[in-house]
T-cell receptor, first 114, second 116 residues
Framework: NAGVTQTPKFQVLKTGQSMTLQCAQD?????MSWYRQDPGMGLRLIHY???????DQGEVPNGYNVSRSTTEDFPLRLLSAAPSQTSVYFC?????????????FGPGTRLTVL | QKEVEQDPGPLSVPEGAIVSLNCTYS??????FMWYRQYSRKGPELLMY????GNKEDGRFTAQVDKSSKYISLFIRDSQPSDSATYLC????????????????FGKGTKLSVKP
């Protein structure tokens, strides 16, 4: 049981480039989410999904796209990278997406946009 | 004013000390409260979950919620060097995540160092 996996671990982009951050879980969890963590800001929700085919915006969705074609995978796409998107990105999953369901976080992707 | 305030520290204590970590919040609709622990360069992991007001104990950890004061605490007894990490509080107004009330709102985290 690998839990929540994220790739890549590190990435450097130039302004304007696009890329996809990968997230996968093998726990058959319905709820998956993406957060970004910035110094002095805490974790902020970007997008989330309550099941395959269903996604919605979180607190800071601008500049990011998501899709959920399978239960296991929830990729995050940066459309045109900007320096303001330099951050650590965490993917998380939980069984049912309720307050009593434990959210399991991946190890994170450290992204730098030059 | 941010919805959730948490002193970032750093907080340094000797091994064996009792540690008190706190968060205040402004949204009276919050009723689900969590504490996460995050080791350096790792993802957060859930430590404690509490619903509404009251105390909850799990081994050396005790979580307290005072909704009348909009104040939550995490106490660590007999602190160990392995407790050195950043502690994040998080809270939600809704049982179901999602929508305007259901997103988890995190504090900035308090960095704790326990010295041997």
């Amino acid at each position: 049981n690998a839990g929540v996996t994220q790739t890549p671990k590190f990435q450097v982009l130039k302004t304007g480039q696009s890329m996809t951050l990968q997230c996968a879980q093998d726990m058959n969890h319905e709820y998956m989410s993406w957060y970004r963590q910035d110094p002095g800001m805490g974790l902020r929700l970007i997008h989330y999904s309550v099941g395959a085919g269903i996604t919605d915006q979180g607190e800071v969705p601008n500049g990011y796209n998501v899709s959920r074609s399978t239960t296991e995978d929830f990729p995050l796409r940066l459309l045109s990278a900007a320096p303001s998107q330099t951050s650590v990105y965490f993917c998380a999953s939980s069984y049912g997406g309720t307050a009593t369901d434990t959210q399991y976080f991946g190890p994170g992707t450290r992204l730098t946009v030059l | 004013q941010k919805e959730v305030e948490q002193d970032p520290g750093p907080l340094s204590v000797p091994e064996g000390a009792i540690v008190s970590l706190n968060c205040t919040y402004s949204n009276s609709a919050f009723q689900y409260f969590m504490w996460y622990r995050q080791y350096s360069r790792k993802g957060p992991e859930l430590l404690m979950y509490t619903y509404s007001s009251g105390n909850k104990e799990d081994g050396r950890f005790t979580a307290q919620v005072d909704k009348s004061s909009k104040y939550i605490s995490l106490f660590i007894r007999d602190s160990q060097p392995s407790d050195s990490a950043t502690y994040l509080c998080a809270m939600s107004a809704s049982y179901n995540y999602g929508g305007s009330q259901g997103n988890l709102i995190f504090g900035k985290g308090t960095k704790l160092s326990v010295k041997p």
